[in-house]
Every structure is written in structure tokens, then in C-alpha cells.
């Protein structure tokens, strides 16, 4: 099992930025990618971004240019960091883990934080 912790959520204005964390904890290995994903009420959940452990990252087209994922391996932690926010980015961002058992893919995800972008 893998547990995740987020932080960083929180209430900014249009314009603004945030940053969010994600600790992962647990049976930490064979870590294919990390992302973030969110929801907003009414929708479905969508992805933001993804960072594979290699380092290649995927964007959401809604959030290039604005949002950087990242991760540090040795502190098992992924980064999101969010430019110049927009009303629209207002949802509850998850983290998410792709880990690689035996070929297959099990995901976990952390209890979400809210983001709140206020116009």
C-alpha cells in the first residue's frame, strides 16, 4: 500500500499562485509516474499532470505554460506548482500514484486538496 499526504491548497486570487505537495509513504517502489490530478463540482475528475520516474512530464492543455509538476525521488514527494491561476483552475486537486507490481498498475490517490481561485 502507498499512502499519499497533499498540502498546499488553499484560496488565492486570479492572477495568483499556489504551490502543492504530495509526500508519498509506504510500499514505495517500482513507481511508474506521479501526477495530479482535479475536480471541480459537476464535473468529471481530469488530469492536470504527470511526471513519469524518468522525468518526462504531461501537461493537461488547459494548464501548459502555466502549471510545472516535479518531484524530488529521494524525499518520494511531487510538486505542483500553479502561475497565474484562473477562476476555472477552482477544484479539488488529488495526487495520484501509477505504481508497477508484476506488469500490473495499481494508482493511489491522496484525499485531495481544495484550490480556490476567486475572480
Known amino acids: 500500500q502507498v499512502q499519499l499526504v497533499e498540502s498546499g491548497g488553499g484560496l488565492v486570487q486570479a492572477g495568483g499562485s499556489l504551490k502543492l505537495s504530495c509526500a508519498a509513504s509506504?510500499?514505495?517502489?517500482?513507481?511508474?509516474?506521479m501526477g495530479w490530478y482535479r475536480q471541480a463540482p459537476g464535473k468529471q475528475r481530469e488530469l492536470v499532470a504527470s511526471i513519469t520516474s524518468g522525468g518526462r512530464s504531461n501537461y493537461a492543455d488547459s494548464v501548459k505554460g502555466r502549471f510545472t509538476i516535479s518531484g524530488d525521488n529521494a524525499k518520494n514527494t511531487v510538486y505542483l506548482q500553479m502561475n497565474s491561476l484562473k477562476p476555472e483552475d477552482t477544484a479539488v486537486y488529488f495526487c495520484?500514484?501509477?505504481?508497477?507490481?508484476?506488469?500490473?498498475?495499481?494508482?493511489?490517490w491522496g484525499q485531495g486538496t481544495q484550490v480556490t481561485v476567486s475572480s
Open positions: 495520484n500514484v501509477d505504481q508497477i507490481v508484476l506488469s500490473r498498475h495499481y494508482n493511489y
Open positions: 509506504g510500499s514505495i517502489f517500482s513507481i511508474f509516474a
